[in-house]
């Protein structure tokens, strides 16, 4: 293709003088953007209001293809279930009849543990639902995991609060709007919660990769005892994430530690849940103050 | 002479009608903006699996009409891609901004040009946008391994040629007819 005609400024002053100004304004711009990203790195808080804003501003639409998102992923799931739905359903009854056996061995031990707790006079509050919520929309070109939830300062979300979804822990609100919040993913190589292995609470930290696996980090270096296919819940220790929140699955073992699946898919979920932040209970008093004192 | 005048109505020649000022200018920008914010919306992806799409009619506009869209124009655009992608504030305004001035430098030297050539200068561009992009989020307080945005360099690579259809078929839109003269 023959070049574009007229690239050249002319002998016009006037031309080389407009063609001048725009490179000036082009070196401006490049110095403006160095400008604010060390803004931003130095101050990663300091434009979240510009972001609410514009979050804000563009939630109602957001929210419409989430919707128009959610139909085409049901329509989809029904087409593929009608071709096998025979064998699942088989499979459901089977699933089922063993599920009632389980249901009811887990009343059973749940009232034990409510009995048990009252003995011991552990109040746990309720963790209360703060808002349900659709994520309309995520970062999906960046490295860095961020969704925005279509509920903000007008549903009483604050930034620290947990997300989860009905399978697992999603992420926690980094910054909220009035309308809309963002929300750090688990996924996010800037995200560590802690976690314990569902069945015997060996600890350990789970880390983002930023591919959509986790990193689990053992606390207690020494025999990795994680397998295959073990359940990671969060722990709870530091506060803000419940503990027992469902959270992962084992799939490979590294040297210390594993790398883990995410539980709850968030681009598999209608809504998730915003629930308050977890205090853990402070410590008990010091049974008995005066006996130190005397000595 | 009809039969000509026929042929040449695959470019839309209305008698009495010209192309919207507002829309001539304006649309490149409307577009570019709508590319960085629409891809956020269809999936909430737990890894980086879209191209960068506003940057990438960006570069499309850019390589199809050199000029029209201003060298400035990486800073609103950028700073309105900021807003969405997730990424440090800024980056968008300064890597833009960049990309802008090397592709003017590189049209000077070099203004001969096909497919491959036009091809092969995005491709350098998109890599580079994407590897900073990273290395910013990372400086930022991200820890994300370099493999994790390799798919995300081969997707926008490959797709870059489609992007440049879809530009190409904006810019028809851009000049289409439809305001009435008097």
């Known amino acids: 293709m023959a070049p574009p005609a007229n690239r050249r400024s002319s002998y016009s002053r006037r031309a080389q003088y407009t063609t001048f ?23 990663p808080g300091f434009f979240s209001a510009l972001r ?3 979050d804000d501003a563009s939630e109602p639409a957001a929210q419409m293809s989430a919707s128009g998102r959610d139909l085409g992923r049901d329509t989809w799931a029904e087409l593929t279930g009608f071709f096998h739905s025979g064998a699942e359903h088989a499979r459901l009854k089977r699933e089922l009849a063993e599920a009632k056996v389980r249901l009811a061995e887990a009343k059973g031990t749940s009232a034990e543990n409510k009995r048990l707790k009252d003995l011991m006079a552990l109040s746990e509050p309720n963790g209360g639902a703060v808002a349900y919520a659709r994520l309309t929309s995520s970062t999906s070109a960046s490295t860095r995991r961020y ?5 903000g300062a007008d549903r009483n979300v604050t930034p620290g609060m947990p997300v989860r979804s009905q ?28 976690v314990r292995r569902a069945t015997d609470g060996v600890p350990a930290f789970a880390q983002g990769n930023g591919d959509g696996t986790l990193r689990i980090r053992l606390i207690n270096l020494g025999i990795n005892p994680l397998r295959k296919g073990d359940v990671l819940v969060t722990s709870g220790s ?16 590294i ?3 594993a790398i883990a699946r995410v539980l709850s898919n968030p681009s598999d979920t209608d809504y998730v849940m915003v629930e308050k932040s977890w205090a853990p209970p402070p410590p008990p008093p010091p049974a008995n103050d005066a006996t130190v004192k005397k000595r | 002479m009809f039969q000509r005048s026929a042929s040449r109505s695959t470019t ?8 919207s000022r507002f829309l001539a200018r304006g649309f490149p920008w409307l ?3 709508l590319g960085s914010l629409v891809p956020g919306w269809f999936m909430i992806a737990s890894a980086p699996v879209m191209p960068p799409l506003g940057f990438l009619i960006y570069l499309g506009w850019r390589q199809l009409r050199p000029g029209l869209l201003p060298i400035w124009a990486g800073l609103p655009l950028g700073l309105f891609d900021d807003l969405f992608s997730g990424q440090p504030f800024g980056c968008a305004v300064l890597l833009w901004s960049l990309t802008a001035i090397a592709l003017e430098i590189v049209e000077v030297r070099l203004p001969w040009r096909n497919f491959v050539t036009e091809w092969l200068m995005a491709m350098g561009l998109i890599v580079a946008y994407i590897v900073l992009c990273l290395a910013l989020a990372n400086l930022a307080g991200a820890a994300s391994p370099f493999r994790v945005i390799v798919p995300q360099v081969v997707i926008s690579v490959l797709s870059y040629p489609l992007v440049g259809r879809v530009v190409a078929m904006f810019d028809r839109i851009r000049l289409a007819p439809i305001v009435l003269l008097r």
């Open chain 1, 167 to 194: 399978m697992g822990l999603v992420g926690r609100v980094l910054e909220v709007g009035s309308s809309s919040a963002r929300v750090l993913l688990v996924t996010d190589s800037e995200s560590v919660v802690p």
């Open chain 1, 21 to 43: 100004l725009s490179y000036a304004a082009g070196v401006l711009g490049a110095a403006v953007g160095l400008a604010l990203v060390v803004i931003s790195l130095v101050n």
């Open chain 1, 255 to 257: 040297r210390d530690g």
């Open chain 1, 238 to 253: 530091g506060g803000l994430y419940r503990p027992g929140t469902p959270m992962a699955v084992v799939t490979d073992l």
């Open chain 1, 52 to 54: 609410g804003l514009a």
């Open chain 1, 147 to 151: 969704a925005t939830l279509g509920a």
């Open chain 2, 12 to 19: 839309r020649q209305r008698i009495n009608h010209a192309p």
């Open chain 2, 31 to 33: 577009t570019v903006m």
